[in-house]
């Protein structure tokens, strides 16, 4: 490795890794695992430096590198869990109501008052953590971190529409898990 | 029973303008349905928790030592 690269390697940790590392804790919540990623995608980019024709900023570059490490863990961790849950009927008198047992109560309105307490934090979390992957990242960047629904939609390659539908049928999803997970403890 | 589309409605209405007959879809519905009158409020606190996720409420960070021995790392490379 010649010196210009070292001293790249160096200044890319000084400027990037904080950035890099608060992406990846907000999607993966764990601190060992994000700071791998944060490695890894120092270590895929100056692999490949070569590639990088200077297109794009070094910020963006580096971070869509970490985007695709991030979407290889969620695929990875999926494959061990089992397929998505209804929650409305698909037939009979109540098609499309909500399924019984999950039942939207209001309930969750109470815990507002406790979002300082981190035991609702990794609850929330968890939550997130259990989505199908192919929206994880359409979530938290949605709901999380509260992206434009233009820029969500094009970073993702989705239309508005798909938008609705995944944030919908997620939230439901989300609104349940916290319930169980949160008010039935 | 259409919980399914006046849900999709309810979160399709954070996104972006619902027209007069999604909106009075809503509220007729809500009328008779208790799942779908407690949905909102529900999907309203989501919206509220899950950005406090974000920002200045960090979550985490890297040490000064871990930073360094990322560069350690990244320098033994060939």
């Not at chain 1, 968890?126 to 434009?148: F, H, Q, T």
């Not at chain 2, 007729?28 to 996720?53: A, R």
Request: net charge negative; glycine share 4%; hydrophobic share 35%.
């Amino acid at each position: 490795m010649n010196e210009t690269v070292k001293i790249d390697a160096s200044t890319w940790v000084d400027e990037y890794a904080d950035m890099l590392f608060n992406y990846a804790i907000i999607r993966v919540n764990d601190h060992e695992l994000a700071k791998d990623l944060v490695q890894d995608t120092f270590i895929s980019g100056l692999k490949s430096l070569a590639n990088f024709e200077g297109k794009s900023t070094v910020k963006t570059w580096l971070f869509s590198i970490l985007k695709r490490k991030i979407i290889d863990h969620w695929r990875k961790q999926e494959s061990r869990k089992t397929k998505a849950f209804t929650f409305f009927n698909s037939e009979g008198m109540s098609k499309g109501g909500f399924v019984e047992g999950h039942q939207p109560q209001g309930k969750l309105p109470e815990i507002e008052a406790q979002m300082e307490k981190n035991e609702l934090r990794e609850a929330l979390f968890y939550c997130i953590g259990a989505l199908p992957s192919k929206w994880k990242g359409i979530v938290v960047d949605k709901l999380v971190e509260e992206k434009e629904s233009e820029d969500v939609c094009n970073d993702h390659d989705i239309t508005a529409s798909n938008l609705w539908v995944i944030i919908h049928r997620a939230k439901v999803q989300l609104r349940d898990c916290l319930e169980n997970k949160w008010l039935n403890l | 029973m259409n919980c399914e589309k006046i849900t999709y409605y309810i979160e399709k209405g954070y996104l972006t303008e619902l027209n007069i007959t999604e909106k009075i879809q809503i509220k007729l519905h809500q009328l008779y349905c208790k799942c779908c009158k407690n949905y909102e409020p529900d999907s309203l606190t989501l919206n509220k928790v899950f950005k406090l996720l974000a920002g200045e409420n960090k979550v985490d960070e890297l040490s000064k030592q871990e930073k360094e021995a990322i560069k350690t790392a990244l320098e033994r490379m060939d």
